[in-house]
């Protein structure tokens, strides 16, 4: 066994996990909040894996040259969850569907979450 073994994430069982409704419900907000520019995107370092929040970083980077380049002040974005849907395709992970209606159009965002070192961790995020 290698070092590094020894500090890889450790995969959790659901039964040791809470309901992730409330963390996908979080996760949503501050990711819309994070592409609004409104919330620093280190704030959700936690919630995220290593892949998965650099995806966000550079999201992110791309709304703020966006709303740069238009002039535009980051605004915080007003909207509705109108539905969270979720499966587990195994053990340990979750993945969900979550609606959003805002005041120009309606968004998915689709969000894995593994239990991973005992707590839920999103590995994958999608804001479409």
């Given amino acids: 066994m290698m070092l590094n073994d020894y500090f890889a994430p450790q995969p959790t069982s659901a039964t040791e996990l809470p309901d992730p409704v409330p963390l996908l419900r979080s996760l949503t907000q501050g990711a819309l909040e994070v592409l609004a520019g409104v919330r620093e995107v280190d704030q959700l370092a936690r919630w995220f894996s290593e892949d998965a929040f650099r995806a966000l970083v550079t999201r992110a980077n791309l ?25 587990a395709p195994a053990d340990g992970v979750v993945e ?33």
């Avoid at 040259?65 to 509705?80: D, E, K, N, V």
């Fill in 63 to 87: 709304s703020a040259r966006a709303r740069s380049a238009r002039g535009t002040a980051p605004t915080r974005p007003s909207f509705r969850i109108l539905s969270i849907r979720h499966a």
């Fill in 96 to 128: 969900a569907a979550i609606v959003v209606a805002g005041p120009g159009r309606t968004r998915a965002v689709a969000i894995r979450l593994e239990g991973l070192d005992g707590r839920w961790r999103a590995t994958s995020l999608a804001v479409l």
